[in-house]
């Protein structure tokens, strides 16, 4: 039989719990130190996507589908418009964990902030992108990446932009596959492991 293909479309409300759980597996454990436990980062993720002008904004989020399953998802949009949604995300965030975990949350914004190499400016930025643990190896993060590609283009972008984490070899290896170089890197910062920035040029 020839293997089913993952689709992509739009981020829809019914989609709300599949999304939050993928953008949280997306952070590689750094939303649990933000919010203190899965079902905190999965509220607060939640919240941002009900929300307007956030980084994870329903109108900034795709997701991939296979088998009738939310399989994959991503969160991407003009780097331009990135700082001021990942503040909104911030402020939306905040009211979901318990106030005396802000302190916490307020240093780990701005260390890991500091661990991500700067995106070439005219770039479609890739701010999240996860697959499902039972959908992985059957083209869904691929399906997402080309997804990107297409979004940058429609925008007049002429490249799309990532980050991941250093020691994130799985991802590395992905997004070599996809045609991204690896074009700058940071050192580990306050306990976090260092960032690779990839970009990959659209003809």
Not at 74 to 82: K, L, S, V
Not at 111 to 131: I, K, N, Q
Not at 150 to 171: E, I, P, Y
Request: charged letters at 20%; proline letters at 6%.
């Amino acid at each position: 039989m020839t293997p089913v293909k993952p689709s992509v479309r739009r981020y829809r409300h019914g989609d709300s719990a599949a999304a939050a759980a993928l953008l949280y597996e997306s952070s590689g454990g750094l939303y649990d130190r933000y919010a203190g436990s899965r079902a905190l980062a999965e509220r607060a993720l939640v919240r941002g996507l009900a929300s307007e002008g956030t980084a994870v904004s329903a109108d900034v989020v795709t997701v991939a589908e296979l088998e009738g399953h939310v399989a994959g998802a991503m969160a991407a949009m003009a780097y331009r418009d990135w700082t001021p949604r990942a503040n909104a995300f911030l402020r939306v965030s905040l009211r979901a964990i318990p106030p005396w975990r802000w302190p916490q949350a307020l240093w780990l914004y701005r260390a890991s902030g500091r661990t991500a190499p700067e995106p070439p400016g005219a770039s479609f930025y890739v701010d999240s992108l996860a697959t499902a643990p039972g959908m992985r190896r059957r083209g869904v993060a691929m399906a997402l990446l080309h997804e990107a590609e297409r979004l940058a283009l429609a925008g007049g972008l002429s490249s799309v932009s990532l980050d991941t984490w250093a020691n994130n070899h799985g991802a590395r290896a992905l997004y070599a596959r996809a045609g991204f170089e690896e074009v700058a890197r940071t050192p580990p910062v306050a306990g976090l492991p260092g960032g690779v920035s990839l970009v990959k040029a659209l003809a």
